[in-house]
Structure formats: structure tokens, C-alpha cells
């Protein structure tokens, strides 16, 4: 995806509306394949002293696999953001605490925000995806787990450190 911010380089100081729809690949994200719907941006954007700034809205719905039951999952992404883009070469201000490398830059007239979008989208995502609110899991095995998990007294003399589990006890002082 690109901006064409010629005119805003021709007219320093004025705003100029934007709209732009791409696509994001496929990502691993902690182990689940997520994919994306087309992804539009629409927002405005200017150059003040040198400095591009990018400010609207981003949109698009992530498609991943629920965590409790593993049937499709799906999460809107709909977040404003504004970032602020530096002239690539000039020189960092004394007080940007950003290393080189993680300043968002422009150089020429287009604007590549594909990794701009990438970066937002991901950053939003839930870290589980879940089909609905009050999923239940797969029938049988989370029962199975809450009773595996229900009472961690059984742990007394058989774990090797079943001396500190009295410390875990909530009505006891420590």
C-alpha cells in the first residue's frame, strides 16, 4: 500500500484527505495462522516542518481460530491512530529518545504503509481469539482440565516441592 504525498510536499502546511484499501499476507501469530480482510485506511495528512504527519482510521477483520474450541474465530480491527513520519537523512532532534532504526521515515512522494498497517493490526489483536464470549471448549476435555486443575491440595507429600505450597495458601499468614 502506498500514499502519494506529493501534494503535501508541494504545499507545506496544508491537509489532504486520504483513503487507501491493501492487503495484508497471512501471519503466524503465537502459533495460529491469522489471516486478514482487505485492510482501509482513510484519514488526513500534512507536512509540518518537515515532518509528515498521518492521522485517521484503520479497519479491517481478523480471521483466526478460537482458543477455547478451535472453530473460526473472527475480530474486527477498527482503531485511529497518528503517526509522525521524519524526512529520511534529516537529522534526529536531541529529545527523540528513538534510535535511527525504529523512526518512522519518508523519502520522494509515495509512502509505503504496508508495514505501518501490519504493525497496528497485530498490535490490536486479542493474545486468544474466541468465537463468542461464553465459549465452553471442546466438550469433555476442559471439564476433563477443571477437574485436573481443581484442587492443588492433592500436591502435598507427592511433588518435590510440596513444602512451598504452603506458601501458596491463601489463609494462612506468611
Known amino acids: 500500500m502506498e500514499l502519494d504525498i506529493s501534494e503535501a510536499l508541494r504545499r507545506p502546511g496544508e491537509t489532504f484527505p486520504f483513503r487507501i484499501q491493501g492487503f495484508i499476507e497471512p501471519q503466524d501469530v503465537m502459533g495460529d495462522t491469522v489471516t486478514f480482510d482487505p485492510v482501509l485506511m482513510e484519514g488526513s495528512f500534512s507536512l509540518n516542518d518537515g515532518k509528515l504527519h498521518l492521522k485517521g482510521r484503520l479497519a479491517t477483520v481478523a480471521h483466526g481460530s478460537c482458543a477455547m474450541c478451535l472453530e473460526a474465530a473472527d ?51 486479542p493474545m486468544r481469539f474466541l468465537c463468542r464470549e461464553d465459549c465452553e471448549g471442546i466438550e469433555g476435555f476442559t471439564q476433563m482440565n477443571r477437574e485436573a486443575d481443581a484442587d ?23
Open 152 to 174: 492443588q491440595e492433592e500436591l502435598t507429600m507427592q511433588h518435590p516441592f510440596s513444602a512451598l505450597q504452603q506458601l501458596l495458601n491463601k489463609d494462612q499468614e506468611v
Open 75 to 125: 475480530y474486527p480491527v477498527n482503531l485511529s491512530f497518528h503517526e509522525i513520519f521524519a524526512r529520511k537523512g534529516d537529522a534526529q532532534e536531541e529529545d527523540d529518545p528513538l534510535e535511527e532504526t525504529d523512526r518512522l521515515a519518508y523519502d520522494g512522494p509515495l509512502l509505503a504503509v504496508d508495514q505501518l498497517a501490519l504493525t497496528l493490526v497485530i498490535l490490536e489483536l
